[in-house]
């Protein structure tokens, strides 16, 4: 099921890409349909429990997957293709299957301008391929390339399908992650020359890698995560890339992409350098805080529909990051659910704004108003997804924010306390941008013609992400029944 849940996307990318252009239409179909066989193999892996959900004990190492597949690669560099599935990457694995097929399914009935649907659905399928790859890999070299294979198929996307900047949008997008990669590179060969192995199984809780080593590693890791995340001040080619990327394109690259960044730190940052994160905790933060405030304070002065919503993911990102800053069983499970809340809330977010930008031809707030009047349903949606991105109980929005409040209180000390305020102040200020939005938008007399119907390919990508963000607001047992025991390791190991 492992390997499955790799080839069928990779394969389907090599037969959609080999089908003639005349059958244009055809090939996203079957793109859809590869789409739809990756989540039965990702279903299955739910239920393939080869050591259990629950059998995790503190102090031990917290990858202990629930079913693994380990062969043979490169003998003699002592690299195995080593893939497994645990509490910790299983929803981030699920969710990537999820929206890949709604946006495969999406790309049906709309095609942006740029090029052939064809070659667009071909390139989402590759984008799946490396990002299940990373959140599978338990090879810290094989998590790095899977990391990269994502880099070139985005640029793509943006660069091929996206707005009137969508060129320079992309080689800003490149130029980061370059940068970010490269750091990584490094501190993947440090801890694996190091420690004489690459397997991140034996690496977690630290391999006896030496303190100076640790902190070194955390520190390029740290950046490197930062710039795929995004976080503060790492995050100006977010608003660009989002901005100009099709819909489909910024769907996956908020849903999912991003989530690769706070993976890693939470599955190599916190798991394989422990002491470099206990080190850094107080930094992370600070930074953390200041995200989410600058990232509120910008999205108050927005005034382009996508870009409101693509700014909104770095105060989002801040309140994951002092999730995982506390190094609290409460703050990395609400890093946790606070990665998937996201990747359902914004997904849905940025369908929606590129449908209100497809029927009223522009995203700017201030000729967007009336929408309730002139597309009630749509307005509807539009008002859900911004009241649950903004943090209201009862949606998925809201336990990871409140929680890693709680879990910075929770640590205790006049740092954490402050930072505790200061995340709250930003919840607040959350809500007020989105409100602005929403009465901007949806109130007022209407100045732009707005088509008032939902499509049915439309309500196919939506109704799922609506379903899902009540239900995991509902019951966050959903996304974090399976999290106890690898959190209680990893923060087992800690110092």
């Given at each position: 099921m492992l390997a499955a849940t790799l080839l069928l996307p990779a394969l389907g990318a090599v037969v959609i890409a080999l089908l003639p252009a005349r059958l244009d239409r055809a090939a996203r179909i079957a793109a859809t349909g590869f789409a739809a066989g990756t989540l039965v193999p990702i279903v299955v892996l739910a239920f393939a429990r080869d050591a259990g959900w629950m059998s995790y004990e503190a102090g031990t190492p917290a990858v202990r997957p629930w079913t693994e597949l380990d062969l043979t690669w490169v003998p003699a560099l002592h690299l195995d293709f080593h893939l497994g599935v645990d509490g910790v990457s299983y929803p981030l694995v699920a969710l990537t299957g999820l929206l890949t097929l709604l946006c495969c399914a999406y790309t049906v009935w709309h095609v942006p301008e740029g090029g052939t649907g064809r070659t667009l659905a071909a390139l989402l399928l590759v984008l799946e391929t490396g990002i299940l790859g990373t959140f599978l890999a338990l090879d810290l070299v094989l998590f790095f390339l899977f990391f990269e294979v994502v880099l070139l198929p985005m640029y793509a996307v943006i660069a091929g399908w996206g707005g009137e900047e969508r060129r320079r949008a992309a080689r800003k997008f490149v130029l980061y992650t370059l940068f970010g990669s490269v750091l990584l590179l490094l501190g993947v060969v440090t801890v694996a020359v190091t420690a004489g192995t690459a397997d991140l199984v034996t690496l977690t809780g630290g391999a006896d890698l030496?303190?100076?080593?640790?902190?070194?590693?955390?520190?390029?890791?740290?950046?490197?995560?930062?710039?795929?995340?995004?976080?503060?001040?790492?995050h100006t080619w977010l608003p660009d890339a989002h901005t100009q990327a099709p819909t489909v394109g910024?769907?996956?690259?908020?849903?999912?992409?991003?989530?690769?960044?706070?993976?890693?730190?939470?599955?190599?940052?916190?798991?394989?350098?422990?002491?470099?994160?206990?080190?850094?905790?107080?930094?992370?933060?600070?930074?953390?805080?200041a995200a989410i405030l600058a990232g509120a304070l910008i999205c108050l002065r927005q005034t382009e529909l996508k870009r409101l919503i693509a700014y909104s993911s770095v105060g989002h990102m801040g309140f994951v990051l002092l999730g995982i800053a506390t190094l609290t069983a409460t703050g990395l499970q609400a890093a946790l659910i606070g990665n998937i809340a996201h990747g359902l809330i914004t997904g849905l977010l940025f369908f929606l704004a590129g449908a209100i930008k497809d029927r009223a031809h522009t995203g700017e707030l201030t000729d967007l108003g009336g929408l309730r009047e002139t597309a009630p349903r749509?307005?509807?949606?539009?008002?859900?997804?911004?009241?649950?991105?903004?943090?209201?109980?009862?949606?998925?929005?809201?336990?990871?924010?409140?929680?890693?409040?709680?879990?910075?209180?929770?640590?205790?000390g006049g740092l954490w306390l402050t930072l505790a305020v200061i995340a709250a102040i930003g919840g607040a200020l959350t809500a007020a941008y989105f409100l602005r939005l929403l009465r901007k938008v949806t109130h007022g007399p209407a100045t732009a013609p707005v088509a008032p119907g939902i499509t049915g390919a439309e309500w196919f990508a939506w109704a799922p992400l609506v379903a899902l963000t009540l239900a995991v607001g509902l019951v966050p047992a959903l996304a974090l029944a399976a999290t106890e025991g690898p959190v209680a390791s990893l923060t087992g190991v800690l110092p």
């Amino acid at each position: 099921m492992l390997a499955a849940t790799l080839l069928l996307p990779a394969l389907g990318a090599v037969v959609i890409a080999l089908l003639p252009a005349r059958l244009d239409r055809a090939a996203r179909i079957a793109a859809t349909g590869f789409a739809a066989g990756t989540l039965v193999p990702i279903v299955v892996l739910a239920f393939a429990r080869d050591a259990g959900w629950m059998s995790y004990e503190a102090g031990t190492p917290a990858v202990r997957p629930w079913t693994e597949l380990d062969l043979t690669w490169v003998p003699a560099l002592h690299l195995d293709f080593h893939l497994g599935v645990d509490g910790v990457s299983y929803p981030l694995v699920a969710l990537t299957g999820l929206l890949t097929l709604l946006c495969c399914a999406y790309t049906v009935w709309h095609v942006p301008e740029g090029g052939t649907g064809r070659t667009l659905a071909a390139l989402l399928l590759v984008l799946e391929t490396g990002i299940l790859g990373t959140f599978l890999a338990l090879d810290l070299v094989l998590f790095f390339l899977f990391f990269e294979v994502v880099l070139l198929p985005m640029y793509a996307v943006i660069a091929g399908w996206g707005g009137e900047e969508r060129r320079r949008a992309a080689r800003k997008f490149v130029l980061y992650t370059l940068f970010g990669s490269v750091l990584l590179l490094l501190g993947v060969v440090t801890v694996a020359v190091t420690a004489g192995t690459a397997d991140l199984v034996t690496l977690t809780g630290g391999a006896d890698l030496s303190r100076t080593t640790q902190y070194a590693a955390f520190g390029l890791f740290a950046v490197a995560f930062a710039v795929k995340a995004p976080l503060w001040p790492l995050h100006t080619w977010l608003p660009d890339a989002h901005t100009q990327a099709p819909t489909v394109g910024s769907v996956i690259l908020a849903g999912v992409l991003l989530k690769m960044g706070t993976y890693g730190l939470i599955r190599v940052g916190v798991g394989v350098v422990p002491l470099g994160a206990a080190w850094a905790a107080p930094a992370l933060g600070i930074l953390a805080a200041a995200a989410i405030l600058a990232g509120a304070l910008i999205c108050l002065r927005q005034t382009e529909l996508k870009r409101l919503i693509a700014y909104s993911s770095v105060g989002h990102m801040g309140f994951v990051l002092l999730g995982i800053a506390t190094l609290t069983a409460t703050g990395l499970q609400a890093a946790l659910i606070g990665n998937i809340a996201h990747g359902l809330i914004t997904g849905l977010l940025f369908f929606l704004a590129g449908a209100i930008k497809d029927r009223a031809h522009t995203g700017e707030l201030t000729d967007l108003g009336g929408l309730r009047e002139t597309a009630p349903r749509l307005a509807a949606l539009l008002g859900f997804a911004a009241i649950a991105s903004l943090g209201l109980p009862g949606l998925a929005g809201f336990w990871g924010e409140a929680f890693a409040v709680v879990a910075a209180v929770q640590r205790g000390g006049g740092l954490w306390l402050t930072l505790a305020v200061i995340a709250a102040i930003g919840g607040a200020l959350t809500a007020a941008y989105f409100l602005r939005l929403l009465r901007k938008v949806t109130h007022g007399p209407a100045t732009a013609p707005v088509a008032p119907g939902i499509t049915g390919a439309e309500w196919f990508a939506w109704a799922p992400l609506v379903a899902l963000t009540l239900a995991v607001g509902l019951v966050p047992a959903l996304a974090l029944a399976a999290t106890e025991g690898p959190v209680a390791s990893l923060t087992g190991v800690l110092p």
